[in-house]
């Protein structure tokens, strides 16, 4: 396989993570069941909300696809987890039983992604990303040539990606087709330029994140810790059954948020 | 023409709950719309399908009702935190950046997100909440109220007097001494998630014997008069946002469990691991008789409400009727976190707005409280799908469903509005022949994919239900919500019965759920025998299916011989074109 420049950087940490470090191979694996799953929910929710009917068995086949990815994710997480440590002990074993991945990782919101794009771009945000997938997993399956059942299993999901590919392809050329040309673009450009935004973002947001861990961490040694010390005395409230206290009427306390 | 909207969330289980004129038209879990199991955000999906469903806009509103105090709980978080110090450092930076960013703000979200005027968003509290939606759910005049969870604001179980002059809270206990967390830290030892695992440690019971109650009696610490008081020394909820026990415990009861290791009863560690559960599910039930004690000997009533995600374990629901000094129990179907949200709409409507309550209530009918689809628009969804399917005429579709049952096969059963709280009562549910031994394999394998020790739950007609299960006398309500566990009389139901000898049973009344009723007697007139195994429509750690779209997927993935969305039925032929 012949590699871009650009691509460089991406090839390295997955011959780091196929090849040196099994256990972070069967973590990536249960991450993968997780988004594959998200994208399976994506998938559905197009389902219900296109006003398309020709391509409602589209996503919902393409819905069916994914969830069963996100199922061979989990049973190859589970199996890799389970060689490695009998015991159950792992931290592949965390993520798949994480049942708040989706929500933790911001992958699942209250809007659906389909209501977020509209039709064309939504189109056009599938075909960009199954691209990339496919490249992801086909680079894995061939990193994987001695681990032959795993590599299989990742050839079989790139088989049924590169049908993503091609119905998504496809809609966006009956668009263009039908003279759209310049939407089509847009939306292509959209979609790609929102992928390096919502990067950019992440990164912004762990930044953020970390300085505000930082400062938290700070206000926690200097005014929490000697707080502390004074709080010690009342540490414990006294247990037991204690009479409830006196209330005002309730339209007053309905008002407050204490 | 008044409309009142509570809303829960922030935590887990949010959800949203409308009532016109004080009754429940619309209630339904976010986790049903987002498809996040137990989704933890502003129930947003499901309040605007609330509305959708009654017609209305945010400006029609009353008012709405968030189901607790966020201010005093946030000041609970910090204060321990400031007395856990210096090892809550790495809970005090998470939940403080939670808070500072998302929590504290819940009042200004929901202006935005449902477009309300923030004049109109009211705060119950969090117990309140859970004892509003018992007592005023239930048919009871008066009544007793416990409310036992985890955590609310600082209350961890709070005792009340409910009657025509409203909720009069009596007394509580405070965090961290909590039954509820003490659970989910055996929960976590016992290698299942906090908040989602608890009803397996309750499965696990059934294959133990509680040999080491006085271990578990060393954590949570029951006094004579119904206290209790916890030894922090073996959890670490209060300064941990990661664990939930600490190596004390596991000193004192021997290594945990981890997550997704094989359960066997029959070796000598799952044998322990079986052993551990019933203990703290025994040292659990005796807390609960202790508090229905205490409650009893002050208010001399005769019917006691629960709420709390304790509330939920249907096992201690028995030995409270049985042990404790109450007559009737009743539990509100969402007894969780979930259920905050119809507590305070409630509570509104009836402590804040003043509306009396009716001089005989009537209890929450139905558990059909979420979104329904037409038979047209199924009808087009399948079309438009290209999935082969059978139109029934509707009037024949429990006969078709009863003939299939008989034959042994395994029907997915999507009819009407989807169900209020996590257990499926005949709206989304699989079902099967209960008289077949090998059904409770087959279904835990090859179509829910789930652990092999989980047991199915029994839907029996109203009227039959004492030739099969001791029922306790004063259970009746509780189970029709299947929130009770009772011994099995027969063995004619192996699928249905659980290596204890019990069985979660559901009793169907007619007016409940008239379709699945008849669909009872239809089997019932073929089989000698109205009974039906009934679990949940969806596959392990995935909500239940809500949507037509939904119910397709789940069922494509699964080995269930055929589904019942609406009056179709559709066989496992997959997708054409
Ligand atoms: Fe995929
Ligand atoms: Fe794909
Ligand atoms: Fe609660």
Known sequence: ?258 | MSYVLGLSGLYHDSAAVLLHDGKVVAAAGEERFSRVKHDAGLPVLAARWCLQHAGIAAGDLTCVVWYEKPLRKFERILVTQVAQFPRSARAFRRSTFNWLTDKLWVKSSIVTELGVPPEKVLFSDHHQSHAASAFYASPFSEAAVLTVDGVGEWATTSLYRAGPGGLEPLAEILFPDSIGLVYSAFTAYLGFQVNDGEYKVMGMAAYGQPRYEAEVRRVLRLQADGAYDVDLDYVSYHWSAEDSFTPALARLLGPPRFPGAPFDPTTPEGQRYADIAASVQKVTEDALVGLAGWLHARTGLENLCLAGGVALNSVANRQLLLRGPFARLYVQPAAGDAGGAMGAALWAWHEVLGNPRAAEPVALSTPGLGQAWSDDAIGALLADLRVKHEAIDPEQVPERAAADLAEGKVLGWFQGRFEWGPRALGHRSILADPRRADMTDRINAKIKFREAFRPFAPSVRAGDEARYFDVPPGGELLAEWMLLVAPVRTAELPATTHADGTARLHVVRFEANPLFHSLLDTFGDATGHPVLLNTSFNLKGEPIVASPVQALATFFRSGLDALYLGSFRVEQSQVEG
């Open chain 1, 1 to 258: 396989m012949s590699v871009r420049a650009a691509d460089l950087p991406l090839h390295a940490v997955s011959w780091l993570v196929w090849k040196i470090l099994p256990g972070r191979a069967a973590t990536k694996m249960a991450e993968f069941s997780h988004t594959e799953a998200g994208s399976g929910l994506d998938m559905l929710a197009a389902t219900e909300e296109t006003p398309r009917p020709e391509l409602r068995a589209r996503y919902f086949r393409h819905a069916l696809d994914e969830l069963r990815h996100a199922r061979l994710f989990r049973e190859r997480a589970g199996a890799l987890a389970s060689a490695r440590s009998p015991q159950g002990r792992s931290r592949a074993q965390a993520v798949l039983e994480d049942g708040g991945y989706l929500a933790s990782q911001g992958i699942r919101g209250s809007e659906s992604l389909f209501r977020q794009l509209g039709e064309l771009e939504f189109l056009a945000f599938v075909w960009v990303h199954e691209k990339r997938g496919a490249e992801q997993f086909d680079l894995y399956a061939s990193l994987l040539r001695d681990d032959a059942s795993t590599a299989a299993m990742f050839a079989e999901i790139a088989r049924d990606e590169r049908f993503h590919i091609a119905y998504s392809r496809a809609e966006l050329d009956r668009y263009t087709k039908a003279g759209a040309t310049h939407d089509v673009r847009w939306a292509v450009l959209r979609v790609r330029g929102r992928r390096a935004w919502q990067g950019w973002l992440r990164l912004t947001r762990d930044l953020g994140n970390a300085m505000a861990g930082l400062w938290l961490g700070l206000l926690y040694l200097l005014v929490i810790g000697p707080f502390s010390l004074v709080a010690r005395a009342t540490e414990r409230p006294v247990g037991g059954i204690l009479a409830a206290p006196p209330r005002a009427p309730a339209a007053e306390r309905a008002r407050g948020m204490a």
